[in-house]
């Protein structure tokens, strides 16, 4: 058995108006909202799930930085700037 829940639907002159605070309300209370306009639903703000992984992928995965990083090149580097090497 499922329980219909209505969700709270703004106008879009008030949801422009009103931005901020209805941002704020939908992440306080954790339910979505329906923006209207000529009061036919056009689009729904939800909350974002707090779950979101923090972790970030890309080309650097699962790849061992050297313990030297910082001295990486570090002659190469002397001798391009200075001429010479340490």
Same mark, same amino acid.
Request: no cysteine; glycine share 4%.
């Given at each position: 058995?499922?329980?219909? $829940?209505? %969700? #709270?639907?703004?106008?879009?002159?008030?949801?422009? =108006?009103?931005?901020?605070? *209805?941002? !704020?309300? $939908? +992440?306080? #209370? @954790? =339910? &979505?909202?329906?923006?209207?306009?000529?009061?036919?639903? @056009?689009? +729904?703000?939800? &909350? *974002? /799930?707090?779950? %979101?992984? =923090? =972790?970030?992928?890309?080309?650097?995965?699962? #790849? *061992?930085?050297? /313990?030297?990083?910082?001295? %990486?090149? !570090?002659? !190469? *580097? %002397?001798?391009?700037?200075?001429?010479?090497? +340490?």
């Amino acid at each position: 058995m499922s329980i219909a $829940v209505e %969700l #709270q639907s703004i106008n879009i002159h008030d949801a422009k =108006t009103h931005l901020s605070r *209805i941002v !704020e309300e $939908v +992440k306080r #209370q @954790q =339910t &979505p909202v329906i923006i209207a306009k000529a009061g036919k639903p @056009q689009v +729904k703000i939800v &909350p *974002i /799930d707090n779950d %979101l992984p =923090t =972790t970030r992928f890309g080309f650097m995965q699962k #790849q *061992i930085v050297p /313990d030297n990083f910082d001295r %990486l090149y !570090e002659e !190469e *580097i %002397l001798i391009m700037f200075n001429g010479e090497a +340490k």
